[in-house]
Structures are given as structure tokens and as C-alpha cells.
């Protein structure tokens, strides 16, 4: 699947000693947490034959995890991951929902946030352009916000649609 990420050079990828504060650019930026969930959609999908070994998209992703937790970040940027990583990681975003949508939109009655899934009425329009680590980000605030219907009166619709 072909995403709306930015080219990315081909040599000397971005250092780890590079990393910036998060803050700097949120919406570009990948969270610890979906760190995690990819690597265990890849534990669960190649897991290790002996124990010792990993798989190469597991060890791609354990070695980002690990240099962020020793350096207690929350977030990275996704161009200083390396291409082996940023290749895990899209693979495992290419098996979540698309969408946080569940058919209920307000913005369509003129709310400014959708009282169906939490998202503004500017990312429900930009959607589709958005590359995948920005709908992460916006996933991120809406479920952290749990004030959406998906979340709440209507969370086993959501489940149902979307398997979240």
C-alpha cells in the first residue's frame, strides 16, 4: 500500500542523538505507544524460532524502542527512523482501522468536532491526504480525549466496524 509519506534520502539517515523534543512536531511524530502495539503485531506475526533470534522487523523496531526508553522519549519523528523501522511500522499501521468513524457525523450539521469519533471537522475533510503518522496522531488525541460516542454510548459499534 502506497502512502503519504515524505521521500526520504536515500543515505545518512537522521542520528538518534538528532531526535528533538517531541513537542516540536507532534503531528509528525510516532508515539512510544505505537511503537509497542507494532512490535507485538510483529511478535504475534514472526515471533523468534529459537528464542534467541528475532525477526528482522522486531529487532527494527526493538532498537528505536529501546534508544527511546533509555532516553525517556514519548515520541520520535518519523524521519529519524531508519527505513527497516518506518517499513515495520507501516505495515503494522496498514493492519488498524483506516478511519475512527462510526457513521454518526456532526460536522455534516456544522459542529466543528464530530460528536461520532472526536476528529475535527478539517481532519474529517483531509482525511485521506493525511499521511499515516498523522492520522496515528489524531487516533492518539481521540482516544486519549474518550469523549467521542465511538468511545462512549456507542463504543460496541465501533468495535463491531472497526475491530477497535
Not at 74 to 91: D, G, I, K, S
Not at 110 to 124: L, M, Q, T
Amino acid at each position: 500500500m502506497e502512502h503519504n509519506s515524505p521521500a526520504r534520502p536515500a543515505k545518512n539517515p537522521p542520528a538518534y542523538d538528532r531526535w528533538v523534543p517531541a513537542e516540536t512536531f507532534p503531528a509528525d511524530a510516532i508515539h512510544l505507544t505505537d511503537l509497542e502495539a507494532a512490535l507485538d503485531f510483529w511478535r504475534a506475526r514472526a515471533p523468534s524460532p529459537d528464542g534467541v533470534r528475532l525477526a528482522p522487523e522486531v529487532a527494527a523496531l526493538a532498537e528505536v524502542y529501546a534508544r527511546m526508553a533509555h532516553a525517556r522519549q514519548r515520541q520520535v519523528h518519523e524521519a529519524a527512523l531508519p527505513a527497516p523501522t518506518l517499513a515495520a511500522w507501516l505495515a503494522w499501521y496498514d493492519s488498524t482501522p483506516d478511519t475512527p468513524c462510526i457513521a454518526i457525523c456532526s460536522t455534516s450539521q456544522g459542529d466543528a468536532i464530530c460528536k461520532g469519533c472526536g476528529r475535527s471537522f478539517a481532519e474529517v475533510q483531509h482525511w485521506l491526504a493525511m499521511t499515516p503518522v498523522h492520522k496515528r496522531a489524531v487516533w492518539r488525541r481521540i482516544t486519549q480525549e474518550g469523549t467521542a460516542l465511538r468511545f462512549t454510548r456507542y463504543a460496541e459499534r465501533a468495535a463491531a466496524t472497526t475491530g477497535v
